[in-house]
Each structure stands twice: as structure tokens, then as C-alpha cells.
């Protein structure tokens, strides 16, 4: 009986000892947190502005819109729609090309893991083609992924 007793006093410091597992905080995805049709308007920015490109290129294009969201230097940009569809912001929504392009695995994918995972932009908000100069002019250029060039 004192046998039993010993190993029950053992049993509860070891209890005593043992770490608190903690929970981990069950993440937001990028569906439980925009609507079906912001996304689909995301996915089709992204696949027009990166036709044929890199999920690396994707997701630097991604990274802008949601540095957007986060900026407060786009007061308007309060969600993926607002930030967009705003006038002279991205050329592929003026023209309408957004809603006609096939949507690529790739480009769901690069929009799901900037979501998740986060900036792959160095923080830029502007993005331009390799050939235009549009941006040069009053933001700072940080980098070039061989399709765009970043800016802040």
C-alpha cells in the first residue's frame, strides 16, 4: 500500500511539471475573411496582370493590393474591391481583361499564401510593367522581379 501511495504522489509532480499545451489560435483564411466575389475579382486582377508568370511574380502582385489595404496612404482601400476597382489603378480592370481570363492554380495559390503567410513585396504599393516609367516619378523603387518593377 505505501508502494501505491509513492508512485501516486510521483504521478501527480510529475502532472505538476508537465507544460500547458497550448492551443494554437486557429487561423483566418483568405475565404472566411472576403466574399466570394472579392476573390474572384483578386484572382482575376492577379491572373491578368501575371499572364505566364511565376507564382513568385503572383505573389508580389497580390502583396501590393493587400500592402494597399494596409496603407494609409490609400484611405479608399478598405477592402479588395475598393483598392481595385479605384480609377487609374490598375490598367487590366479598365480594359475590362480581369473578368475574361482563365484563373490558374498558380494564381489561386500565390493569392492563398500571401494571405497566409504574408508580404513577398518588401512593403511595395505600386507595381509597372518592366518598360514603363510611371511610378519613377514621385516613389521610391525598391525591386524587380524580371516582369514588374516595386515601389513604396
Keep these: 500500500n505505501q508502494e501505491i ?3 501516486s504522489n510521483n504521478i501527480e509532480k510529475i502532472e505538476e511539471n508537465e507544460p500547458e499545451i497550448q492551443q494554437e489560435e486557429e487561423k483566418l483564411t483568405l475565404y472566411d475573411t472576403y466574399s466570394p466575389d472579392e476573390i474572384e475579382l483578386l484572382f482575376g486582377v492577379v491572373e491578368a496582370e ?4 511565376s507564382v513568385e511574380v503572383k505573389q508580389n502582385v497580390v502583396s501590393v493590393i493587400f500592402n494597399r489595404i494596409e496603407s494609409p496612404r490609400f484611405s479608399y482601400a ?7 476597382i479605384a480609377p487609374s489603378q490598375f490598367s487590366v480592370v479598365a480594359n475590362g481583361s480581369y473578368k475574361t481570363v482563365p484563373i490558374t492554380q498558380e494564381t489561386i495559390d500565390a493569392c492563398e499564401y500571401v494571405f497566409e503567410y504574408g508580404d513577398t513585396a518588401k512593403g511595395a504599393i505600386f507595381f509597372e510593367n518592366m518598360k514603363s516609367n510611371i511610378h ?3 516613389a521610391t523603387y525598391l525591386f524587380n522581379d524580371g516582369k514588374h518593377k ?3
Excluded: A
Aim: hydrophobic share 35%; proline share 0%; with cysteine.
Design 150 to 152: 516595386f515601389f513604396i
Design 78 to 84: 478598405v477592402d479588395i474591391k475598393s483598392t481595385v
Design 50 to 53: 501575371t499572364r505566364g508568370c
Design 136 to 138: 519613377s516619378g514621385y
Design 5 to 7: 501511495m509513492k508512485n
